[in-house]
C-alpha cells in the first residue's frame, strides 16, 4: 500500500514546482524530501521524476499519481470533518487568511462572537494578499481565506475551491474634508452620473495614493483613472489602507476606499461617489473537502455575521 505521507509530497510538488518549495512548506529539509519521493518511486515501481537542469520534472505517471493523491488528501480530510460533527462542540483549530481591510472591519467581531459561541475553537489569523492566500489555502496551509473580487478583475481558478459571498463594499473616490465643499460629510442624496464623473475628473490634478503595482486593487484604479481620460499622479505607494485615510485626510493625497475600511465608523474623510458605482465582492473560500468541517461553518458564520455589521460607513456624501 502506498504511503500517504509520501503522496502528499507529490502532490505539494506538482503545486509548488521545486523540491525547496515542498520543504519550506511542510517543514522538512531538501534531501528528506527527495529521499521520501525516491521511497515513493520504489513502492510504485515506476519513475515519478526526472532531471530537467536545476529541477524535477513530473512524468506522465506521476501525473497520475497525483490525481489519485489529491483524491486520497480529499478524502481523508471529509473523514475528519465528519468524525467533528459527530461531536458536540466545535474544537480545534482553523487557520484564516485575510486580506487587510477585512482584518480590520470583519475579523475583530467574527472572533468576539467566536469567542463567545465557541470558546473551545482557536482561531488563526494571517494577512495575506487574496491571490497568495486562495493558492495557500488549496495546498492545505490555511482551512480558510477571506478574499476580494474587484469588478471585471478575475482571479485564478482553484477547482478544488468552493466560494461564498460574505459582502458588497462599495469603492468611493475619498479626497481630504477641506475639499469637499460646503455641507461635506452630511449629504445623503444618491448622486448623478455627472457629479461622479466630475469629482473624479476634478481629483485628477492631485497626487495619488494607490496600493503597490500588481495588485487586483492597483490594476483596476489605473483602469478606472483611464477610462476618465487621466493618468494618475501616484506619489505614494502602500498596502497598508490606514497610511492611505492618513495621507488623505492630511491634505497630501486622493485615493480610492472600500467601505469595509471603516468597520462601521464614520469616515474622517470626504468619500464621493465614483461612475457606475462599483462595488468589489468580499467572499470567503475554503476547499470543497473541509466545507463540512464544523470549525469552518462557524467561523464562516461568523464572518458573515460581522461582515453585514462593518460593510457601510456612517456617512457617505
Known amino acids: 500500500m502506498l504511503d500517504v505521507r509520501r503522496l502528499r509530497l507529490l502532490v505539494e510538488l506538482s503545486r509548488r514546482g521545486t523540491l525547496a518549495a515542498v520543504a519550506e512548506a511542510l517543514s522538512y529539509s531538501p534531501s528528506s524530501v527527495s529521499q521520501q519521493l525516491n521511497l515513493l518511486e520504489r513502492e510504485v515501481g515506476v519513475p515519478l521524476l526526472v532531471q530537467v537542469g536545476r529541477r524535477v520534472q513530473l512524468t506522465p505517471q506521476a501525473l497520475v499519481l497525483v490525481e489519485h493523491g489529491q483524491a486520497v488528501l480529499d478524502r481523508l480530510e471529509e473523514a475528519e470533518a465528519d468524525v467533528a460533527r459527530s461531536l458536540t462542540s466545535v474544537g480545534g ?163 480610492l476606499l472600500p467601505d469595509l475600511v471603516w468597520a462601521g465608523e464614520a469616515p474622517s474623510v470626504q468619500l464621493l461617489p465614483l461612475p457606475g458605482e462599483p462595488e468589489r465582492e468580499v467572499f470567503s473560500s475554503t476547499r470543497q473537502a473541509a466545507a463540512r468541517r464544523p470549525a469552518v461553518v462557524a467561523a464562516r458564520d461568523a464572518l458573515a455575521r460581522s461582515a453585514a455589521r462593518s460593510s457601510r460607513p456612517d456617512a457617505v456624501a
Not at 462572537?113 to 486562495?134: C, D, G
Not at 466630475?198 to 495614493?209: N, Y
Not at 496600493?211 to 483602469?223: D, I
Request: charged share 25%; proline share 8%; with cysteine.
Open 93 to 255: 483549530t482553523v487557520r484564516i487568511a485575510v486580506f487587510q481591510s477585512a482584518a480590520h472591519a470583519v475579523v475583530p467581531q467574527a472572533l468576539t462572537l467566536l469567542r463567545t459561541e465557541h470558546p473551545s475553537l482557536r482561531v488563526e489569523i494571517t494577512e495575506r494578499e487574496p491571490e497568495l492566500a486562495l493558492f495557500d489555502v488549496a495546498a492545505r496551509d490555511f482551512d480558510l481565506v477571506v478574499a476580494e473580487q474587484y469588478p471585471g478583475y478575475t482571479r485564478p481558478l482553484h477547482p478544488e475551491l468552493d466560494r461564498v459571498p460574505l459582502a458588497r463594499d462599495a469603492i468611493r473616490l475619498a479626497v481630504p474634508l477641506a475639499a469637499a465643499g460646503p455641507g461635506r460629510g452630511s449629504a445623503k442624496r444618491r448622486p448623478d452620473a455627472t457629479s461622479a464623473e466630475s469629482a473624479l475628473a476634478a481629483a485628477s490634478a492631485r497626487p495619488w495614493v494607490l496600493e503597490p503595482e500588481g495588485t487586483a486593487s492597483r490594476e483596476w484604479a489605473e483602469q478606472l483613472c483611464r477610462q476618465a481620460g487621466f493618468e494618475p499622479d501616484v506619489r505614494f505607494e502602500t498596502a497598508d489602507l490606514m497610511a492611505h485615510i492618513r495621507l488623505i485626510r492630511s491634505g497630501n493625497a486622493v485615493g
